[in-house]
């Protein structure tokens, strides 16, 4: 079942576990990373507007980890790399909290985390071995994770990565 949030987003559970997520309404997370200009503090808040109404809590989690070597496949440098993800993690962070901000939503009910706070958790530390697994182990799978992030990375990147 697609249901639309605005003229901006539609959302699309791909499975009956999603769907029942969505339907129960306790908790979101939303995923934004790095560099990703699609999420405009604006649509952020109109994001967390749609999400407040529906769900117990909402998350907004952004990527701290790893956005380094995301840029250094990208071509650059192993100090550049390290500055622009620098660049980019703040960047997305403040991104976000204007968002929520100017949603006009109580911060209690709207939380900012990086993605490094759920690397003790074990529930989620199961995804992110069944990724590494198929990463390993199914070739349609890593090849379709590869040409998503080769995708961004043309979005991302400067057209030169020194500059």
Known sequence: MTSTVDASFEVLPFTRTRRHIR???DRIFIGV????SHFSAGRIGSLAGWAVIRFAQVDF???????DRMFAAFGYT?????KRAAKEI???RRRILKGVEE???????????????FQSNPVHQLPHRRVLHF????DEFRKGC???AWRFGTRTSAASPAG
């Open 23 to 25: 339907e129960d309404g």
């Open 33 to 36: 990373g790095p560099g990703n």
């Open 61 to 67: 989690v952004y990527a701290d980890l790893h956005a």
């Open 78 to 82: 192993r100090e550049r790399a390290e």
């Open 90 to 92: 703040k960047a997305v």
């Open 103 to 117: 949603s006009g939503h109580p911060h209690a009910e709207i939380r900012v985390r990086e993605l490094s706070e």
């Open 135 to 138: 990463l390993e182990t199914d």
């Open 146 to 148: 590869e040409k998503m």
